[in-house]
């Protein structure tokens, strides 16, 4: 079973960056679809990027399109998620999941796999 293990996340103020890492375990990691989504505090989990198994497509979500960039190393099983000029509404629980085959890159319930999640808090 696939693991997935997120690290990046931090305290940072409204203007900075960080850059999301997403170590994955096993041996399929190259055929799947790789999704970053995010749950603000009192609400749904949201999608925000994903990037195909090649890492020749890439999708963002309206909010995020523009200040956030995906990219993945096949060779190291990681997923990364560059986030630059960050907003206070931009603070929330970042999760990396692994997409199922088949389905849509924006639905969470097409996702099979996820991390434990990394908090990202950014102060005003």
């Known amino acids: 079973q696939v693991q997935l293990v997120e690290s990046g996340g931090g305290l940072v103020q409204a203007g900075s960056s960080l850059r999301l890492s997403c170590a994955a375990s096993g041996r399929t990691f190259s055929r799947h679809t790789m999704g970053w989504f995010r749950q603000p505090p009192g609400k749904e989990r949201e999608f925000v990027a994903a990037i195909s198994s090649s890492g020749s497509g890439t999708y963002f979500a309206d909010s995020v399109k523009g200040r956030f960039t995906i990219s993945r190393t096949n060779v190291k099983n990681t997923v990364y998620l560059q986030m630059d000029s960050l907003k206070p509404e931009d603070t929330a629980v970042y999760y990396c999941?692994?997409?199922?085959?088949?389905?849509?890159?924006?639905?969470?319930?097409?996702?099979?796999?996820w991390g434990q999640g990394t908090q990202v808090t950014v102060s005003s």
């Open positions: 999941a692994r997409k199922s085959s088949g389905g849509t890159y924006y639905r969470r319930d097409d996702y099979d796999a």
